[in-house]
Each structure stands twice: as C-alpha cells, then as structure tokens.
C-alpha cells in the first residue's frame, strides 16, 4: 500500500509526519500540473474555455460519482457543504404541519448552524442526544421519526468521535414514515466503502479535502435520482438551468442535480479535486480501508500503551479513519507536536484525532508517538 512511488505523489509526506488526513488529506503532486492545466486553458481558450469547461464538469460529477455510488447526474457541485445543506433546505416547506427536523448532537456544527438561522420559518429542530457522548444508535433517530418529521440529518462518521451511524435502518423508517434522509459523508468518503445509491437516502453531501486529496472548494450534493426534477431549487442561478448559456426568459431549471449549482461554477477546485478523486478510485477504497484499520490498531494500541483514553468506539465497524485520543491540553499539544513537523488534529469533547492514510507508514505512528512521551516527560 505505501509503496515508494504512491508515496511521491505526495510531496508534504517528504517533510513533515502526516496523520491529519480526517482533516485534510495531503495533496497530490499531480494536482499542481492539473491546476496549471486549467490556468492553460483559460489564456489559451479564453472566453472559449467554457466550451471545455463545462463538460469538464460533468466528467467531475461522473468521477466523484464512482466513489460515493452515484450516477454523476445526481450530483451537483458548490464551494462547501453549508450551501448545499442550505439549498436541500430551500426545498421543504416549514410552515406546514412536517416540519420537524432530527439532527444528533454529536454532528458537524455547521449542519447545526444552517438549521438554526431558520428558526422563525416555522422549522422545528429537535436534538437527538447520544448515550455515551461518542456514538449513535440508529434506534437513536428512528425511535423519533413520526408524521411530522420532514427530514433526519446524519453524519455518517462523527468528527469528534470518529464513531460510524448505521444508516439503512434510518433510512427504512423514514421513508416508512414519509420522511427524507440527508447524510453528510465528508468524514468517510474515499476512507470507507459506501454508496449513496444502496443507502437509499434522499440527500448527500461532502466535501473532497480530507480522505479525497482533493483540496477545498469542491464539495458535492448527491440527490436520490427519481426525485430529480420534482425539487425546486430556492438557491438559485443561470448556470442552474437546462440550456447553460440559453438566457431563457424564465427559470428552467435543469431536469438533473444541476438545478442546483446556482451560478458560475468554482473550476479551479474542481481541476484540484478531480486528481485526488482519481488517486483514491485507483488506490481503490476497500484496500485504503484496510489500510486505515491497521494504522488505527496501532494508534489505538500505542494510546492504551500509555493510559491514554480512546474516545473513539473500539470495535473496527463502529469506527471511522480517525482515532480520537483523550489527552490533557489536547490542543497545546497539537501545537508542539506541529512545531517538530508531526501534523495532526484536536477538537473539543476528544482529544486528540489521529489518522492514517494509505499513504501512511507504521515508523510515523512511531515517530508521532515517541515525540508524546517526550513532550509529556517535560
Ligand atoms: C462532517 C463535516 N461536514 C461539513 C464540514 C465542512 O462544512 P463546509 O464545507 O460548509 O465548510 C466538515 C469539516 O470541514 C465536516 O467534518
């Protein structure tokens, strides 16, 4: 798995100690070219470059697709996951009697934040709480869900915990129940086999800098494929209709996820995004994951070495890529372990987060390790 040569690709890998891929994943050589590809374009072409551009989109909606289990038509681009969120919610109705919303306690707060600024419209937020502070149930959701729920809002892998949501069940009694399902997979996907399609769920979303390699900018919006065309859009926008460079008179929107891309789209991360895309399709996602679980034994095996707590669930299928290490001054150090070029993350309620990615080698885990012990002896 890491090979020499994959390792080249990864130039950061050469300098510095790299177990932050939950967070960002590092970038690859290649997207330099690629972003340099794109700059060629837009002198070359100039206003003509749209004509290779927007195909050039559609390529990137077919690539992630493959990842994440989805025809490319179902899925739409925006610079980050919170519009997308916001433009999902566009599509429901909260003054009318289904206007609950389920969303953990444990999520990503931005899910929280795009849910809260509508309060007034008549939204009813209800706040799913999780029994031991690190994971979910899904009898946690579907113990909820009932003729007024419009819409269960679930992280696939937690952020601060690292713990995976089982989500066909909840998807199986929402729709029992009339309700839609949105998943966030930004901590998963790429990391962990999963299709959106075999989920069943009504709506995804992620972004493509942390397992992806890809960067920022590129994050994605994938909608159960029958529902295409019977949702309408509120944010909106010209590149959104079905002839892009039409100018129809009125709104027309795109009969596939494009309906959802508002205006002018962010090539640039997507000429970034589409090289890591490839990496993790070519590396292939069920051997990154194995890969994964054996760095994370490791982790897991150095941290209770030392007494540390793991906050993260101890069992392989209930666990994500990152390894959440309960620690005093988690975040001090992370400072000073970044100083010695040793990168990785912290986040209150956890700790310390560690990861590995099939770039990572066991001496690094290591290295990461004998570099606490000597922080901690100070
Ligand atoms: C689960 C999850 N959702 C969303 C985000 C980011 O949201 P946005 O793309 O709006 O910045 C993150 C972290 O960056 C995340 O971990």
């Given at each position: 798995?890491?090979?020499?040569?994959?390792?080249?690709?990864?130039?950061?890998?050469?300098?510095?100690?790299?177990?932050?891929?939950?967070?960002?994943?590092?970038?690859?050589?290649?997207?330099?070219?690629?972003?340099?590809?794109?700059?060629?374009?837009?002198?070359?072409?100039?206003?003509?470059?749209?004509?290779?551009?927007?195909?050039?989109?559609?390529?990137?909606?077919?690539?992630?697709?493959?990842?994440?289990?989805?025809?490319?038509?179902?899925?739409?681009?925006?610079?980050?996951?919170?519009?997308?969120?916001?433009?999902?919610?566009?599509?429901?109705?909260?003054?009318?009697?289904?206007?609950?919303?389920?969303?953990?306690?444990?999520?990503?707060?931005?899910?929280?934040?795009?849910?809260?600024?509508?309060?007034?419209?008549?939204?009813?937020?209800?706040?799913?709480?999780?029994?031991?502070?690190?994971?979910?149930?899904?009898?946690?959701?579907?113990?909820?869900?009932?003729?007024?729920?419009?819409?269960?809002?679930?992280?696939?892998?937690?952020?601060?915990?690292?713990?995976?949501?089982?989500?066909?069940?909840?998807?199986?009694?929402?729709?029992?129940?009339?309700?839609?399902?949105?998943?966030?997979?930004?901590?998963?996907?790429?990391?962990?086999?999963?299709?959106?399609?075999?989920?069943?769920?009504?709506?995804?979303?992620?972004?493509?800098?942390?397992?992806?390699?890809?960067?920022?900018?590129a994050s994605y919006l994938y909608i159960r494929p029958d529902l295409l065309g019977t949702l309408k859009p509120q944010l909106y926008g010209?590149?959104?209709?079905?002839?892009?460079?039409?100018?129809?008179?009125?709104?027309?929107?795109?009969?596939?996820?494009?309906?959802?891309?508002?205006?002018?789209?962010?090539?640039?991360?997507?000429?970034?995004?589409?090289?890591?895309?490839?990496?993790?399709?070519?590396?292939?996602?069920?051997?990154?994951?194995?890969?994964?679980?054996?760095?994370?034994?490791?982790?897991?095996?150095?941290?209770?070495?030392?007494?540390?707590?793991?906050?993260?669930?101890?069992?392989?299928?209930?666990?994500?890529?990152?390894?959440?290490?309960?620690?005093?001054?988690?975040?001090?150090?992370?400072?000073?372990?970044?100083?010695?070029k040793i990168l990785l993350d912290s986040r209150p309620y956890c700790g310390l987060r560690i990861s590995g990615h099939f770039y990572t080698?066991?001496?690094?885990?290591?290295?990461?390790?004998?570099?606490?012990?000597?922080?901690?002896?100070?």
């Amino acid at each position: 798995m890491t090979q020499p040569t994959l390792r080249n690709k990864f130039p950061i890998l050469s300098h510095s100690t790299y177990l932050v891929s939950h967070s960002m994943g590092a970038a690859p050589l290649d997207s330099r070219e690629r972003i340099l590809e794109y700059w060629n374009s837009w002198n070359d072409l100039g206003i003509t470059a749209w004509d290779r551009w927007v195909p050039f989109v559609d390529d990137c909606r077919a690539t992630l697709g493959k990842i994440i289990g989805a025809p490319g038509r179902a899925i739409a681009f925006h610079q980050n996951v919170s519009t997308l969120v916001h433009s999902v919610l566009g599509t429901f109705d909260w003054s009318s009697s289904r206007n609950e919303v389920l969303i953990s306690e444990l999520t990503f707060p931005t899910l929280k934040y795009c849910l809260e600024v509508l309060k007034g419209t008549g939204i009813h937020i209800i706040r799913v709480p999780s029994r031991d502070g690190i994971s979910h149930d899904s009898s946690d959701f579907t113990s909820l869900i009932n003729a007024r729920t419009a819409l269960i809002m679930i992280d696939h892998g937690i952020y601060r915990s690292s713990a995976i949501i089982d989500i066909p069940p909840i998807v199986q009694v929402a729709h029992q129940h009339g309700a839609r399902v949105l998943v966030d997979t930004y901590q998963t996907a790429g990391m962990y086999p999963l299709s959106v399609t075999d989920w069943g769920v009504d709506f995804a979303v992620g972004g493509s800098h942390k397992w992806l390699c890809g960067g920022p900018g590129a994050s994605y919006l994938y909608i159960r494929p029958d529902l295409l065309g019977t949702l309408k859009p509120q944010l909106y926008g010209w590149m959104a209709q079905r002839e892009v460079f039409g100018f129809a008179p009125d709104v027309q929107p795109a009969d596939d996820a494009r309906a959802f891309m508002t205006g002018t789209f962010g090539i640039p991360s997507l000429y970034a995004a589409k090289v890591g895309w490839e990496t993790i399709l070519e590396v292939g996602v069920t051997p990154i994951r194995q890969h994964v679980l054996h760095i994370s034994h490791q982790i897991i095996r150095l941290a209770q070495e030392r007494g540390l707590k793991i906050n993260s669930p101890l069992k392989d299928e209930a666990r994500g890529g990152q390894v959440c290490v309960g620690i005093d001054n988690a975040h001090k150090i992370e400072l000073l372990l970044g100083k010695e070029k040793i990168l990785l993350d912290s986040r209150p309620y956890c700790g310390l987060r560690i990861s590995g990615h099939f770039y990572t080698e066991e001496r690094e885990v290591l290295a990461c390790f004998n570099a606490l012990d000597s922080i901690i002896k100070r």
